[in-house]
């Protein structure tokens, strides 16, 4: 689960020779792609949800309608 960047290129290779069976970036693209090429990760640990699905993307943003705590200050309102 993740936000991927590819150069065109190396993506088009990827999908079409090296792996066209595979179907899941997270699982067997990349981990497959580590032996041949420059993979990096960016750890991030804010809000992060996966929205694969209409009703997970529904979810997610009704997840951000809940308010926790004051999150409301002079300097930041919820919905600017």
């Known amino acids: 689960m993740g936000v991927y960047v590819f150069r065109t290129d190396v993506l088009l290779k990827l999908l079409r020779w090296s792996y066209p069976s595979c179907?899941?970036?997270?699982?067997?693209?990349?981990?497959?792609?580590?032996?041949?090429?420059?993979?990096?990760?960016?750890?991030?640990?804010?809000?992060w949800e996966d929205i694969g699905t209409v009703k997970s993307f529904l979810d997610a943003n009704l997840a951000l309608t809940e308010q926790v705590g004051n999150t409301c200050t002079e300097s930041f309102l919820l919905f600017d």
């Not at 699982?27 to 090429?37: D, G, L, R, Y």
């Open 23 to 47: 179907n899941d970036f997270g699982s067997e693209i990349i981990p497959s792609a580590v032996k041949e090429h420059n993979v990096q990760a960016y750890l991030f640990n804010d809000y």
